[in-house]
């Protein structure tokens, strides 16, 4: 099945740095590459998707880059705010499992000001 | 609010009981997804029903089973329970089958097994 790896486990940045989250995936029929950001005891968020046929999707301070051919694709932030403190999930829509997402295990971004 | 509806929000019960929770998707979707959150495993696809059947299966142990009804609401059944199995239990809806529509979760139902 789908295997998605995601990376680094952990981030911890600076007010006003960029933050940089990668993933890749195995199923080189995935099509759909959505992130999600989670708060503490919250549900998962969709914050930005891209699909398969565009290499790169921005939205104000977000943006998502795809490389089919090498099948990984990244998270951008940039001048981050505490506000962006959350874990974030990575995730793709592989054969065999329907339209589920399958997600990778999460990154914690810490933000300090 | 995702429009995504679960029950119960909290739930406390002992090993070897069975539990039901309960999902109202958004209106007009079709498709239904439960997920399992629990500390070290992140987010796990456990099982979709698109339009009352069994569309895709995840990690979904066998004491483990769902259902959605005509009226397009889902249960998450769970048996035998383990102390293993206390989690936040996800349910999420889209509306279609299609891969690419937004998928929207809900609140989640804590599971603690003692």
């Known amino acids: 099945g789908e295997n998605v790896e995601q990376h680094p486990s952990t981030l911890s940045v600076q007010e006003g740095d960029s933050a940089v989250i990668k993933c890749t995936y195995s199923?080189?029929?995935?099509?759909?590459f959505p992130w999600y950001k989670q708060e503490l005891g919250k549900r998962p968020q969709l914050i930005i998707d891209i699909r398969s046929n565009v290499g790169e999707k921005k939205d104000q301070r977000i943006a998502v880059t795809l490389n089919k051919t090498a099948k990984h694709f990244s998270l951008h932030i940039t001048e981050t705010q505490p506000e962006d403190s959350a874990v974030y999930f990575c995730a793709a829509t592989p054969r065999g499992a329907g339209t589920a997402l399958i997600f990778g295990k999460g990154t914690t971004l810490s933000v300090s000001s | 609010d995702s429009g995504v509806t679960q029950t119960p929000k909290h739930l406390i019960t002992a090993t070897g009981q069975r539990v039901t929770l309960r999902c109202s998707p958004r209106s007009g979707d079709l498709s239904v997804y439960w997920y399992q959150q629990s500390l070290d495993q992140g987010l796990q696809f456990l099982i979709q029903y698109y339009n009352g059947e069994e569309r895709a299966k995840g990690n979904i142990l066998e004491r483990f089973s769902a259902q959605q009804f005509p009226d397009l609401h889902s249960e998450l059944n769970l048996s035998s329970l383990e102390l293993g199995d206390s989690a936040l239990y996800f349910c999420a809806s889209s509306v279609d089958g299609v891969s690419g529509n937004t998928i929207y979760f809900g609140e989640g139902s804590w599971l603690t097994v003692v």
């Open positions: 199923d080189s029929a995935s099509n759909y």
